[in-house]
């Protein structure tokens, strides 16, 4: 039998979809972006490989994957000077894959830090195998960003294909911080570039201080309300469908 909605019913009904919408919108208003990550392709160069060994110079040494401005050549750094190209198996001989393989080293930011003990899935030490990272990452900023970057042995950091920050050597991390501050705004894409050649230790630290996460976009009003808008409709709602109610139930009595 088919029984229409009373003004009571429909008033209560008005309260709970109020409620519910304005529930799930708080959640959506408050919930953050989806957090910036950093992935790398870990591999192994053998000990004795080309580009390795040599003496301890403590210093940063620039240059070495084609200066100032360089760019990535089938998506690695043109390392011609050093002998190797460290990141890849296809890319160079004595190259293998690392046991970590390709992990998520940073989920919640453009951060990593690994200071010291930087060595090869396994090894206590760099004394028969160094280790090599490919990091990428994509960001946003609306403003300058500032980064920072300082490894033992070389590290090369690329925004869009273009070196920005070159810390290149045979050296301790201590004596390899470089920093630079990068203004171009808009969506990026980072690659970073790390290889320990060096039997003396191994680590790298990097950060982007400013850099957001590549995914957080604004809502476009000529779409979407805002979730501030949505929220209050949902209220709005509840005290309608509350009104409703209490002037029913009012009219009940006097009669």
Not at 100 to 105: E, L, P, Q, S
Request: proline share 4%; hydrophobic share 40%; with cysteine.
């Amino acid at each position: 039998m088919h029984s229409e909605m009373t003004p009571t019913r429909r008033g209560a009904v008005m309260v709970g979809l109020g409620l519910v919408l304005t529930v799930g919108l708080l959640g959506f208003a408050v919930t953050p972006a989806q957090a910036l990550s950093i992935s790398g392709t870990y591999t192994d160069i053998a000990f004795g490989s080309a580009g390795t060994g040599g003496a301890i110079v403590d210093a940063v040494q620039t240059g070495l994957v084609g200066g100032p401005g360089s760019s990535l050549v089938n998506g690695f750094p043109f390392t011609g000077s050093l002998g190797n190209n460290f990141w890849s198996v296809a890319q160079g001989t004595g190259i293998s894959p690392d046991g970590f393989g390709t992990r998520v080293d940073n989920a919640s930011g453009l951060t990593l830090n690994f200071p010291t003990n930087f060595f090869a899935s396994g090894q206590a030490d760099d004394a028969t195998k160094y280790l090599a990272v490919h990091w990428t990452a994509a960001f946003s900023n609306t403003t300058t960003v500032n980064f920072s970057l300082a490894a033992d042995d070389h590290a090369f950091l690329y925004v869009d294909g273009n070196l920005v920050l070159d810390d290149g050597g045979i050296k301790r991390i201590v004596n390899g911080l470089v920093t630079t501050a990068f203004s171009v705004t808009g969506n990026h894409t980072l690659d970073l570039f790390f290889a320990d050649v060096q039997v003396s230790q191994s680590g790298l630290t990097f950060s982007c201080d400013g850099c957001v996460d590549s995914t957080s976009t604004a809502p476009d009003p000529t779409t979407a309300p805002e979730p501030t808008t949505l929220v209050l409709f949902g209220t709005t709602l509840v005290g309608l469908g509350a009104v409703i109610r209490r002037q029913l139930k009012g009219g009940k009595k006097a009669a």
